[in-house]
């Protein structure tokens, strides 16, 4: 992206000292793990492009029923071959419209014991 005319900035005030804080509960992990989202009937195939223990990023082609989605239940299959190796619940917290991508931030919902020790296994550097 460029810019023909930028607007001109003046700053009056700088702080002597920036600092950065990270508001995250959990570390993200770079990833990218081919899964399938399902809702409201619909199953298309996504990508996951960081993951934590409390949620994800998915990126998927952009559908026009996937742009408002925020605040919906969603489900995350992970596939190993023909059948679904894990699937995950999640609502969605953030939609992001990027060309013919759609970014989706997902929260998990309801994970217990057998879903944390499969994504530990998939993504050994998250930490629950």
Known sequence: MTLDQPDRLIFLHYPDKVESCNIRSHKRVDCFMQIHVKSDGRRDPAVITNISAKGCLCSMDRFPSWEKINGQRIDLV??????????LFGEVKSTRIQGTQ????????????????????LVPAIRF
């Open 78 to 87: 992970f596939p190993s071959g023909d059948r679904e190796l894990l699937t």
């Open 102 to 121: 759609i970014k989706l931030g997902v929260q998990f919902i309801e994970m217990e014991g057998y879903s944390r020790s499969v994504l530990a296994t």
